[in-house]
């Protein structure tokens, strides 16, 4: 190899004529040393072990194999599924509630009830949104573009009902550490959904959209410090008024900011829900189609990882799942377009859900297969050099 074979960032013409990306071997060098920096300071390691298991069962890929993940994608996906039976909503709703409660019940018992304070109210909006988010990745991993286009309601309520579950564990959780002033988180967490579910309609009277913005904005300032006041107080009574006063305040005033700031923008707030479901539907999709030609995708392997690991950096966005038709619209190039019929925000904010929210579960996979390069890069050089040197 010489230096005419390294370009400074990878395009198309540069991956297809082979030549090594500066910027992608510098991701890989960045993306081991932050998975193992994570690993020895927090001294955990589960991200390491599923980055290893997913590289070699989800890059086992060949053209028999992309063809047939591309026809499966696009069955999942389409909106028309009246050829088959739609996966009933109670089933769905049970999965939601299920997950939304695990994760939270787990953020919750391991970093919410070690936050002291008014910031526990931060924490426990976080946490609202996370369920959000779970509720929609499981809707449309479940439906594709249905939940996303007719059945956006169906979606949005689901998200709603995972978020309320989470308000129900957050609520307990802090009640019985007898945090009455931070009652008020689990309410935060309790009327995100109803938020959610107006910001799906649409309000489209400019005068109407300012008077709920101001009126949300004063209220979550004055929910901020009664939540403040409540922490402070050591008489039991005050802390449950306050907290009652709080949950008031907020039931109107939550559902005026959201509803008030994006309007039928409103699944801009779960766009990394929906770019999660995509992901996990693509990967199951992924491993389906591979594990069929397991002696092309085995000899496909290294050229694959590699391709990854030196010749693809953040210049080339990750594709949902490769051998979609050009015009498909979950496509690299045709993201911007299909978010816009979705959601219908401005441009810049178009840009930055697509670009960031959406993407932002592809991007993590991308980085954490990145990551196993100290391992598999030995591996694959002493098992593939020695047959490349014989052929040679």
Request: glycine share 8%; proline share 3%.
């Amino acid at each position: 190899m010489t230096f005419r074979h390294i370009v400074l960032y990878s395009t198309l013409e540069s991956r297809e004529a082979g030549k090594v990306s500066a910027l992608a071997v510098l991701e890989t060098v960045l993306s081991v040393a932050l998975f193992w920096w994570v690993a020895i300071t927090f001294d955990f390691y589960l991200h390491l072990w599923i980055s290893i298991a997913a590289a070699p069962l989800l890059l086992f890929r060949s053209p028999a194999s992309i063809a047939l993940g591309a026809h499966h994608f696009m069955r999942y996906w389409e909106v028309d599924n009246s050829h088959r039976t739609r996966v009933p909503v109670v089933l769905v709703v049970l999965l939601a509630v299920c997950l939304s409660v695990l994760v939270t019940w787990l953020l919750t018992d391991g970093w919410l009830l070690k936050i002291a304070g008014a910031w526990s109210f931060w924490a426990a909006v976080l946490l609202a949104a996370v369920a959000a988010n779970i509720g929609m990745s499981i809707a449309v991993a479940v439906w594709g573009f249905w939940a996303l286009s007719n059945g956006k309601v169906v979606a949005v309520a689901m998200a709603a009902v995972a978020t309320a579950a989470a308000a129900a564990v957050i609520g307990v959780a802090l009640g019985d550490l007898k945090m009455h002033g931070m009652w008020g988180a689990g309410g935060t967490a309790a009327t995100i959904f109803v938020a959610l579910t107006i910001a799906g309609f649409s309000i489209e009277k400019e005068l109407v959209g300012q008077i709920l913005r101001g009126i949300g904005a004063a209220a979550f300032f004055i929910i901020f410090g009664i939540s403040i006041v409540g922490q402070s107080s050591g008489d039991e009574a005050v802390k449950i008024m306050l907290a009652t006063v709080w949950l008031a305040i907020w039931v109107f005033g939550a559902i005026a900011a959201v509803g008030g700031l994006v309007g039928t923008r409103g699944l801009a707030l779960v766009a990394t829900g929906a770019g999660l479901g995509i992901f996990m539907r693509a990967c199951f999709i992924r491993f389906l189609s591979t594990i069929n030609q397991p002696a092309a995708g085995l000899h496909a392997f290294p050229g694959n990882w590699l391709s990854l690991i030196i010749q693809t950096d953040m210049m080339q966005r990750p594709e949902v799942i490769p051998g979609l038709p050009d015009g498909h619209m979950l496509r690299s190039e045709n993201r911007y377009e299909f978010w816009d019929d979705v959601s219908h925000l401005e441009d810049w904010k178009n840009m930055l859900v697509v670009g960031f929210l959406l993407g932002l579960p592809f991007l993590l996979y991308r980085i954490s297969l990145k990551s196993t390069a100290w391992l598999y890069l030995p591996l694959i050089y002493f098992a593939f050099s020695p047959t490349k040197r014989q052929d040679g």
